[in-house]
């Protein structure tokens, strides 16, 4: 059974950074996509960062792309989202996500099988 936990979100200020970490058990995740979703209350979940299968290729949207960082560390069997320059509008519940299969880089939500319960990232101005 897959099991992805989530940890490091909290208040912040805008301008300050954040990283949350997400512990995988149940697959291994250096064999799978993983990515960082986002959920805003009244707007669709998005995706906020991806990191491939194997060599860990990182992916973002516009949206992030230069403040956001995903890695990941296979002997903790773990994914990171490092945040920079926080906004108000990067408040959101965090979701750390596994893709439904192995070796196989997919970045759309349809593509995301097993998901964490979230972390609240709260920004203030």
């Known amino acids: 059974q897959v099991q992805l936990v989530e940890s490091g979100g909290g208040l912040v200020q805008a301008g300050d950074s954040l990283t949350l970490a997400c512990a995988a058990s149940g697959l291994t995740v250096s064999n799978y996509a993983m990515a960082w979703f986002r959920e805003a209350p009244g707007k669709e979940r998005e995706l906020v960062a991806g990191?491939?299968?194997?060599?860990?290729?990182?992916n973002y949207p516009t949206s992030t792309e230069g403040r956001f960082t995903i890695s990941r560390d296979d002997a903790k069997n773990s994914v990171y989202l490092q945040m920079n320059s926080l906004k108000p509008e990067d408040t959101s519940v965090y979701y750390c996500?596994?893709?439904?299969?192995?070796?196989?880089?997919?970045?759309?939500?349809?593509?995301?099988?097993?998901w964490g319960r979230g972390t609240q990232v709260t920004v203030s101005s």
């Open positions: 996500a596994a893709a439904s299969r192995p070796y196989f880089n997919n970045y759309a939500q349809r593509a995301f099988s097993s």
């Open positions: 990191i491939s299968w194997g060599v860990g290729r990182p």
